[in-house]
């Protein structure tokens, strides 16, 4: 296993050891051992997502109680974005996205303190993450995909959303207080 830091302070891009023959492949989602030397706090929460080509999911994140997510693809492909939302960070509003997928089985550790989102780009995508608190849907938020000032370029113009992503405000336009 490989971890690396990402370009925004926080993040981890972890390149899991894949054994793989010509009956197909093992590898470890999971070690909380290994994990935990590389200062990823402990999860209580999984959970999975299933989605066809042009879905966009996000930008999501939950305050209080901050998640802090490990994530993965399991089945696709999909371009996964995370955009750092700490006030007093030097890359407050800063995003950087990468491609997961099936093949590599890159995961990603994402603190508390960023919008997430993914968008999937091939027929059908399998997205696993474990979580550091639980879901509380009174404390759910999000920005608007397509935030002009965040400037994301989506690999997609005219994704499916669900009605509440829809409606995510961009990012200039929440309370720091609803920020981290």
């Known amino acids: 296993m490989k971890i690396s830091a990402g370009p ?4 981890l891009i972890i ?5 793989s023959d010509e009956r197909g492949y093992f590898f470890e989602t999971f070690q909380q051992h290994r994990y935990a030397e590389h200062g990823i706090p402990p999860f209580v929460q999984d959970n999975s997502s299933h989605s066809k080509r ?3 999911r996000g930008l999501h994140y ?13 089945r696709g ?4 974005v995370m955009v750092d939302i700490r006030v007093k960070s030097p890359t ?35 997205f696993h993450y474990k979580c550091t ?11 608007a995909w397509n ?15 669900s009605p509440k992503d829809a409606k995510y405000p961009p990012l200039h336009e929440i309370a720091h207080e609803q920020l981290f």
């Open 8 to 11: 925004l302070a926080g993040l």
């Open 15 to 19: 390149e899991p050891s894949v054994f």
């Open 54 to 56: 042009h879905v966009v």
């Open 62 to 74: 939950q305050l209080p109680h901050g998640q802090g997510k490990l994530v993965w693809v399991t």
């Open 77 to 80: 492909e999909v371009w996964d």
């Open 92 to 126: 407050f509003g800063q995003w950087f996205a990468m491609t997961l997928n099936e093949k590599t089985h890159t995961q990603i550790y994402i603190p508390p303190g960023f919008a997430h989102g993914f968008c999937v780009l091939s027929d059908a995508a399998d």
């Open 133 to 143: 608190d639980f879901y509380k849907p009174g404390a759910e938020h999000g920005i």
């Open 147 to 161: 935030d002009p000032t965040i400037n994301i370029p989506w690999p997609v113009k005219t994704p499916l959303l």
